[in-house]
């Protein structure tokens, strides 16, 4: 008989949201897996309990965990996943040891408990029937045009992480590519004494001094919005030329319009308009 893998999600932010299963998985597993060692052991300690055995998982020790805990759960011992706050998994380490779990044959099993996206989504007001976790934004370059351009054509609520230091930068270029009207609702230090929701559009969304940690949850796309075609770019390139602004510029605009990539409007503005009227005039 293999063990069961416990994924035990832990508070994030209000200690009270810990469950007794949580307690007693982080009790008998013999052993546990966690981010950070001393910030498991205050919570262990503030459960007045001790862990058998605790082990370092983060996204560089998590492959090399895996013989260790697959020979745990083939010895028939029941191993338990914490991540420093939240569900396991989410945003956080847990998912190759589910999959190692998986192929030795154990039981994989989740304590559920606090999780910020489930928390902000369902607080936020707005449709909850259907939505996507893109979880943290990747920080620059292409990958992170890309994955915003993907944000402005879904269609369900999309829910996003942020640190303080970025929130401003990931709502400016979110309001930039979704356009100023998608609703928005921010929400900051969930289950703390601070805890705070604004909800807003993304141009008008105010959120002050960043402090605490943040979720980001937008609206999707209207079903009715028209699909952005290469006509309907040209077309809207054609308008913005006509306006006398230069191919730059039209295709700046163009892209924060349509939720297009920038270079996408570029390589066809050129192509649109060969010479830039607005430049040599
Ligand atoms: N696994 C965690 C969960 O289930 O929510 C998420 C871990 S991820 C590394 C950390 C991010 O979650 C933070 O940067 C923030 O975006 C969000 N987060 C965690 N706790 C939060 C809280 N109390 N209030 C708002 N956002 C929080």
């Known amino acids: 008989m293999t063990g069961t893998l416990w994924l035990v ?66 010895a028939g011992h029941d191993v338990a996943v914490v991540s420093d706050s939240g569900t396991p998994g989410i945003s956080d380490p847990g998912e190759r040891l589910v999959q190692a779990a998986i192929e030795t044959g154990a039981t994989v099993s989740a304590i559920p408990g606090a999780c910020a996206a489930i928390s902000a989504l369902i607080t936020s007001g707005l449709p909850t029937a259907r939505f996507v976790m893109e979880g943290f934004l990747p920080r620059r370059g292409q990958e992170r045009t890309d994955r915003l351009v993907d944000i402005a054509a879904e269609h369900r609520t999309i ?61 999707g796309r ?13 077309g809207a390139l054609h308008e913005a030329l006509a306006s006398g602004l230069s191919r730059r510029d039209a295709a700046a605009e163009v892209s924060r319009r349509l939720g297009i990539p920038r270079r996408q409007a570029y390589d066809l503005v050129i192509q649109t308009a060969p010479t830039d009227e607005a430049e040599t005039q």
């Open 9 to 74: 999600a832990t508070p994030i932010g209000n200690l009270g949201d810990i469950s007794p299963r949580a307690r007693e998985a982080l009790e008998s597993a013999s052993l546990v897996c966690c981010e950070d060692t001393r910030r498991t052991g205050r919570l262990l300690q503030h459960l007045g309990i001790s862990a058998q055995a605790l082990a370092v998982c983060n996204e560089h020790t998590e492959y090399r965990l895996i013989h260790r805990v697959v020979d745990e759960l083939s």
């Open 222 to 234: 209207l079903q009715n919005e028209q699909p952005v075609t290469e006509d309907s770019i040209r």
């Open 159 to 219: 829910v996003l992480y942020e640190a303080p230091h970025r929130i401003a930068r990931t709502l400016s270029d979110l309001a930039e590519v979704c356009g100023g009207d998608r609703q928005v609702s921010v929400s900051r230090e969930l289950t703390k004494i601070h805890e705070e929701t604004i909800r807003s559009t993304l141009s008008n969304i105010g959120i002050g001094e960043p402090r605490g940690e943040y979720v980001i949850v937008i609206a």
